[in-house]
């Protein structure tokens, strides 16, 4: 539980906290954060996902058919869901991202991140 609240806790800040925020900066600097906030994240999420879904799936299978499975499943399945968008809409444009030059970022940039953004 500790772990899946901490991913939690990441997603709210990033989509809720960080988004509008972002956008009111300069180019430059925007970029420049989220150059910096995926550096980062690329570390930090991998490091709590990996034991949520670890231990997610340790407890659907020591508990077996006890009740609460269909809950485990749900979970389980969330955690699954959740992966599949992050890897097609969020990784893509952060590797790309990370290329980019601050003073010379593709011309389409700011539509790219929104493209991004819709996936989930």
């Not at 995926?38 to 799936?57: E, H």
Request: a positive charge.
């Amino acid at each position: 539980m500790f772990f899946a609240g901490i991913l939690a806790g990441m997603e709210i800040v990033i989509h809720y906290g960080l988004r509008a925020p972002t956008e009111v900066l300069s180019d430059r600097a925007q970029l420049q954060l989220r150059q910096a906030l995926v550096l980062r994240l690329r570390v930090l999420v991998p490091a709590f996902f990996l034991p949520t879904a670890l231990s997610g799936i340790a407890v659907a299978v020591l508990e077996g058919v006890a009740a609460g499975l269909w809950l485990r499943c749900v979970a389980l399945l969330a955690m699954l869901v959740w992966s599949v968008i992050r890897v097609i809409g969020t990784v893509p444009i952060n590797m790309a991202m990370l290329t980019w030059e601050l003073g010379a970022p593709p011309a389409d940039w700011k539509a790219q991140v929104v493209r991004c953004r819709a996936v989930p």
